[in-house]
C-alpha cells in the first residue's frame, strides 16, 4: 500500500500541478515498460508502488527542489532510498527494460528501487519534452475533440485534423508519417499532403501539431 502524506512536508506550490506531473511521470514509466499488460504478463504488478513512489521523488526534486529528507518524509521511503532514486542512472534503466523478455521470473519480480528511480529519471526527461504516454495523449486528444465539439466547431481545420491524426503515434518524426493521414483534408485552401511538407520535424503532441499547422497556414497567406 502506498502511503504518501503530503502534510508532512511544505509543499509551497499548487499540490494539484504536483500531482498531475508526477502522475504524467508515472504513466510514462508504464509506458517505457510496455503498458500495464506487459506487467501483467511479466506477474510484476507490484512495481507500481515503487514506480508511483519514484516518480513523485522526481518530480519533487527536479521541480521544487526539495531536499532528501523532505522527499523521504512526503513519499514514505527511507533517505536511503530517495537517495538511490534521485542518483539513478536511466541508461541502467534503460538495459533493464530491454533484457527483460529475456529475464527469468524472479529477476522480473525483482525491482530494486534504484531501477525504478532509473525509468522515473527517464520518463521525467521525455515528459518535459512533451513526449507523454500513449494513455495520456489519447486521451487529451479525445478531450479537446470533445471540447470542440460541445462548442459548436464541427467544421473548423482543428476538429478535422484531431479527428483524422487519432491514433497517431508521437512524435512524428517526418512528413511521410502525417502525409498520408492528412491526404484527405483540404486546410484553407490546401491540401493536408502540402501542409504535412511544410511542417518542421518532430512534432512531440497534438498541441504541437496544432501549432505547428497554423503557423503553416498564417504563413501561407
Not at 131 to 146: C, F, I, L, R, S
Not at 167 to 176: A, E
Request: some cysteine; aromatic content about 6%.
Amino acid at each position: 500500500m502506498i502511503t504518501i502524506d503530503p502534510d508532512k512536508i511544505p509543499v509551497t506550490t499548487d499540490d494539484e500541478a504536483l500531482d498531475r506531473m508526477a502522475e504524467r511521470v508515472f504513466y510514462k514509466s508504464i509506458d517505457l515498460l510496455g503498458g500495464l499488460r506487459q506487467l501483467i504478463e511479466y506477474r510484476a504488478l507490484t512495481w507500481l508502488s515503487s514506480l508511483a513512489r519514484a516518480s513523485f521523488a522526481i518530480v519533487l526534486k527536479e521541480e521544487y527542489m526539495k531536499s532528501e529528507e523532505e522527499i523521504a518524509r512526503f513519499t514514505g521511503l527511507t533517505s536511503a532510498a530517495v537517495k538511490a532514486i534521485l542518483r539513478a542512472d536511466s541508461e541502467a534503466a534503460i538495459k533493464k527494460i530491454q533484457q527483460m523478455e529475456s529475464a527469468d521470473e524472479n529477476e522480473k519480480k525483482s525491482f530494486r528501487v534504484h531501477t525504478a528511480g532509473g525509468i522515473a529519471k527517464l520518463a521525467y526527461s521525455f515528459v518535459k519534452e512533451g513526449e507523454d504516454a500513449a494513455t495520456v495523449t489519447a486521451y487529451g486528444h479525445e478531450m479537446a475533440q470533445q471540447v470542440m465539439l460541445a462548442a459548436g466547431c464541427t467544421q473548423p481545420w482543428p476538429y478535422q485534423v484531431l479527428k483524422h491524426t487519432h491514433g497517431l503515434h508521437y512524435p512524428i518524426t517526418s512528413s511521410k508519417d502525417l502525409e498520408k493521414t492528412l491526404a484527405p483534408l483540404r486546410l484553407e485552401e490546401i491540401d493536408g499532403k502540402d501542409i504535412a511538407r511544410m511542417l518542421s520535424y518532430p512534432i512531440k503532441s497534438p498541441a504541437q501539431l496544432l501549432h505547428k499547422i497554423k503557423k503553416a497556414l498564417s504563413e501561407a497567406k
